[in-house]
């Protein structure tokens, strides 16, 4: 099919001045004149046909027509950026985009990921975080990394570690436990988990502790350890996630015993064949967990 005749400098004007609703900073941003720039979009209005703003004593009101056209032009011109930058240098840069628990980005990746970019500089990792409800469709990700049993539908589901839970306070509150009952009286911090808490008690011998009456429900392990950080109770929390606050001393694990109810998993769509750079990135992150945990992991 033949493309039809695009006027690229007109639609450059009109992005520019709709995005910024002044000729005179589209302008300065494409570095030609106000009266330039008010031209091309002149000529634009008369090749569609349709006006595109109101010119106003101080700036432009952009009309209907001219809203529907700036977002498929913003794209547009965005993803033309994109391409070009990873075209520069003569070296194709390749993106991928990763969703992870937010307790594993922070906790377990971030402080390996410097080590990835640096061996493969030309694929640029987008990361963003979730609470282990995602959409990877409507998300756009290539990866998911997400906490459970690895049945999600429609996935493709590798298994990483384990990551069991134990409890975990600030030393202030852990010379107050002798025992497992003696957590009984601090407030347990739990997940939206309701099964954690009495799973550890039953791995430490207390199989029918009374009701979890007190305390605050966290869908994040993140905001759970601070508030326990703060001292605001004990977190039932895996200390896998948390190694460089217990390194500190901030934090301390006052029992051994732990419980396990899942493991992190890297997941992607069945119907999305894996990329170079994913085949890249899967590779260094189960070499990463290897070198970490070993097999039993």
Same mark, same amino acid.
């Given at each position: 099919?033949?493309?039809?005749?695009?006027?690229?400098?007109?639609?450059?004007?009109?992005?520019?001045?709709?995005?910024?609703?002044?000729?005179?900073?589209?302008?300065?941003?494409?570095?030609?004149?106000?009266?330039?720039?008010?031209?091309?979009?002149?000529?634009?209005?008369?090749?569609?046909?349709?006006?595109?703003?109101?010119?106003?004593?101080?700036?432009?009101?952009?009309?209907?027509?001219?809203?529907?056209?700036?977002?498929?032009?913003?794209?547009?011109?965005?993803? +033309?950026?994109?391409?070009?930058?990873?075209?520069?240098?003569?070296?194709?840069?390749?993106? +991928? +985009?990763?969703?992870?628990?937010?307790?594993?980005?922070?906790?377990?990746?971030?402080?390996?990921?410097?080590?990835?970019?640096?061996?493969?500089?030309?694929?640029?990792?987008?990361?963003?975080?979730?609470?282990?409800?995602?959409?990877?469709?409507?998300?756009?990700?290539?990866?998911?990394?997400?906490?459970?049993?690895? @049945?999600?539908?429609?996935?493709?589901?590798?298994?990483?570690?384990?990551?069991?839970?134990?409890?975990?306070?600030?030393?202030?509150?852990?010379?107050?436990?002798?025992?497992?009952?003696?957590?009984?009286?601090?407030?347990?911090?739990?997940?939206?988990?309701?099964?954690?808490?009495?799973?550890?008690?039953?791995?430490?011998?207390?199989?029918?502790?009374?009701?979890?009456?007190?305390?605050?429900?966290?869908?994040?392990?993140?905001?759970?350890?601070? @508030?326990?950080?703060?001292?605001?109770?004990?977190?039932?929390?895996?200390?896998?996630?948390?190694?460089?606050?217990?390194?500190?001393?901030?934090?301390?694990?006052?029992?051994?015993?732990?419980?396990?109810?899942?493991?992190?998993?890297?997941?992607?769509?069945?119907?999305?064949?894996?990329?170079?750079? +994913?085949?890249?990135?899967?590779?260094?992150?189960?070499?990463?967990?290897?070198?970490?945990?070993?097999?039993?992991?």
């Amino acid at each position: 099919m033949t493309r039809p005749y695009l006027p690229l400098n007109a639609l450059r004007a009109f992005e520019a001045s709709a995005r910024l609703r002044s000729f005179t900073r589209a302008g300065d941003e494409l570095n030609v004149t106000q009266a330039a720039v008010s031209h091309q979009v002149k000529l634009l209005e008369q090749r569609l046909g349709v006006v595109l703003f109101k010119r106003l004593p101080r700036g432009l009101m952009i009309t209907a027509e001219g809203e529907a056209l700036l977002p498929i032009l913003g794209d547009a011109f965005d993803r +033309m950026a994109e391409m070009l930058g990873r075209l520069e240098g003569g070296q194709v840069r390749e993106i +991928m +985009m990763v969703g992870a628990v937010g307790t594993f980005a922070v906790g377990w990746l971030l402080p390996r990921l410097a080590e990835f970019q640096a061996r493969h500089p030309l694929i640029d990792v987008r990361l963003s975080t979730h609470n282990n409800r995602v959409d990877m469709a409507a998300e756009g990700l290539d990866f998911a990394i997400r906490f459970g049993d690895g @049945a999600w539908y429609g996935c493709d589901a590798e298994p990483l570690f384990e990551a069991p839970l134990s409890p975990l306070c600030t030393p202030r509150v852990a010379a107050t436990l002798s025992a497992p009952d003696d957590l009984m009286q601090h407030t347990l911090l739990r997940s939206y988990r309701e099964n954690e808490w009495p799973s550890w008690f039953a791995a430490a011998g207390i199989p029918h502790p009374p009701p979890l009456v007190r305390g605050i429900t966290f869908d994040s392990s993140l905001a759970m350890m601070e @508030a326990a950080t703060q001292g605001a109770g004990v977190a039932l929390a895996p200390p896998r996630m948390f190694e460089r606050q217990l390194a500190t001393g901030n934090i301390v694990q006052p029992f051994a015993t732990t419980t396990s109810l899942g493991r992190y998993w890297l997941t992607r769509q069945i119907s999305r064949a894996p990329s170079a750079a +994913m085949a890249t990135f899967r590779d260094w992150l189960q070499d990463a967990v290897h070198q970490a945990y070993g097999e039993a992991a």
